[in-house]
């Protein structure tokens, strides 16, 4: 790669790292963008009080460029809360009963990415490579190629990609389809969402699917390819070998006076299926009346997206079926239960995992789930823990050798627990080694160079092939 690396993602992660709660994804492209001498662009996660911004706030840390931008409440209730996550995120998680589409939403979502592209454009250089992420960004490229920007450009989707009968669902769905194909390479996590993709292409769009993955559709030409995304395998397991004997690892052992940990870390959101985790726990404490006093389930589960009523319904729900499950099974000395919803640093949870007899991990549908993975490569080598992982989790496509349950089936997960629970080490440590020696070939530096070099192979559009519209003036939002 000749240029520089130019990230743009809805949130941008913090300028100071070293507070420990940049996410690992946050970590693996901030190493990128150090390397190619960067630019980080997207929304600073505050909302203007006045009118909207009319140009980024740039700030430079450690070779890093970091350009920000504030959102009016207005564009913030429409674009993030409305649009990205009341309407794509529960379509692609394949929730059409949450799924909420109104035009004005929709309307303002292409508004802020056009806006966005905007602002972008005057801190591009020709030679700049542009990595655009997830679902709040689709119309990102599209916007781009308007303003005659001829740079290369990917998009990576972090989230599933529904298959088209979900799909076809969103009533914008040709033209979300269209600006798609404004990118050069199109990139999923898994086999299963891009064969979604090319479904959509060849039976909705009448478009080709060639043999070496380029797509032809609305008169564009893209590569669509899985680049299944990784963890920083190595440091997670140094970190989680270092604090596995941390005084918080310690104590949080202590006070579990020998009892088997099994652990749950999410988002508080629907599509980890936490709901069914309880109910499948509840389901174990039933059928295997011996494990009863000698486990205990920690589900840390932070809330996300708190604006949103559905996320609101579903933190009521889980309190009162922790509450349920706790007062139907709990003894004077043992909770069965302990339901944390907070955040906590990278090193902590490291110890906690690794303090875990069982990582579960089991939602209804997700892009990849790096928790299942954090687990994994938490493990202590001569004693590890089991993973519990969803089949429809994209982890599952590679870590096969993990206890796959389908999250809706109760029984089958609680089943899973005691199969895991009384699983001889001998078969706990093969079926580790072959989980992890996948998660060292596909790490976080494997994914991102994968993905960086094959939009840099992209050919440079010189004119892009379609017309330039009209600039927006902001005042038209
Ligand atoms: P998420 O839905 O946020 O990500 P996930 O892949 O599990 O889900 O990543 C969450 C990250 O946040 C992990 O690194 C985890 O350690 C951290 N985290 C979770 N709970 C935490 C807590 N209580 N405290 C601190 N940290 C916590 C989206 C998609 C996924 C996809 C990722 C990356 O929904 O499917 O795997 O992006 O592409």
């Given amino acids: 790669m000749t240029g520089r690396l130019i990230v743009v993602s809805n949130r941008v992660a913090p300028v100071d790292e070293s507070k420990g709660t940049a996410g690992g994804l946050a970590i693996g492209m901030l190493a990128a963008l150090r390397a190619a001498g960067g630019l980080w662009f997207g929304w600073s996660g505050r909302i203007s009080t006045g009118a909207a911004a009319t140009s980024p706030s740039v700030v430079e840390h450690a070779g890093i460029t970091y350009a920000t931008m504030d959102l009016t409440p207005q564009d913030c209730a429409g674009y993030y809360n409305g649009h990205a996550n009341r309407t794509l995120w529960p379509l692609f998680h394949y929730r059409l009963h949450l799924t909420d589409y109104n035009r004005k939403d929709c309307a303002t979502y292409l508004n802020v990415n056009r806006w966005f592209a905007e602002k972008l454009a005057p801190l591009l250089r020709p030679t700049d490579l ?51 194909m404004a990118y050069d390479v199109i990139g999923f996590q898994t086999a299963v969402d891009l064969r979604a993709f090319r479904d959509y292409m060849r039976f909705e769009a009448d478009g080709t699917i060639h043999t070496d993955g380029r797509v032809t559709a609305y008169g564009r030409t893209a590569l669509a390819a899985a680049f299944p995304i990784g963890i920083d395998t190595e440091d997670f397991a140094a970190l989680a070998a270092e604090t596995g004997d941390s005084p918080k690892t310690q104590r949080l052992r202590t006070s579990l006076l020998h009892r088997d940990l099994i652990i749950g870390v999410d988002r508080l959101d629907y599509s980890k299926g936490l709901v069914e985790r309880f109910c499948a726990y509840e389901r174990f404490l039933e059928l295997f009346q011996k494990r009863r006093s000698h486990v205990v389930l920690m589900q840390i589960a932070p809330s996300s ?133 996948q998660l060292r070939r596909q790490d976080i530096t494997a994914w991102r160079e994968s993905f960086i070099a094959t939009v840099a192979a992209a050919p440079y559009r010189a004119e892009p092939s379609w017309p330039k519209k009209k600039p927006l003036a902001r005042s038209a939002f």
């Fill in 130 to 180: 542009v990595w655009v992420n997830d679902y709040h960004l689709i119309p990102l490229g599209e916007a781009m190629r308007a303003r005659r920007l001829g740079n290369r450009i990917g998009f990576f989707l972090h989230t599933p990609f529904p298959s088209p009968p979900v799909l076809t669902a969103l009533p914008n769905h040709a033209q979300m389809m269209r600006q798609l």
């Fill in 305 to 437: 997206r708190a604006e949103v009523p559905e996320y609101q319904e579903i933190r009521r729900t889980l309190e009162r079926m922790a509450g349920h499950i706790n007062g139907r099974f709990a003894e004077p000395e043992w909770v069965p239960i302990r339901y944390l919803n907070r955040s906590f640093t990278r090193r902590v949870l490291a110890g906690y995992y690794r303090t875990a007899r069982i990582g579960l991990v089991t939602p209804l549908r997700d892009g990849m789930n790096l928790v299942a993975k954090e687990y994994v490569a938490a493990q202590n080598p001569e004693d590890p823990g089991m993973l519990v992982l969803s089949q429809f989790a994209g982890a599952a496509q590679e870590l096969d050798s993990a206890l796959i349950v389908n999250p809706f089936d109760t029984e089958g997960v609680a089943e899973a627990i005691e199969q895991a629970l009384s699983m001889p080490l001998e078969e706990r440590k093969e079926r580790w080694e072959a989980m992890m020696d």
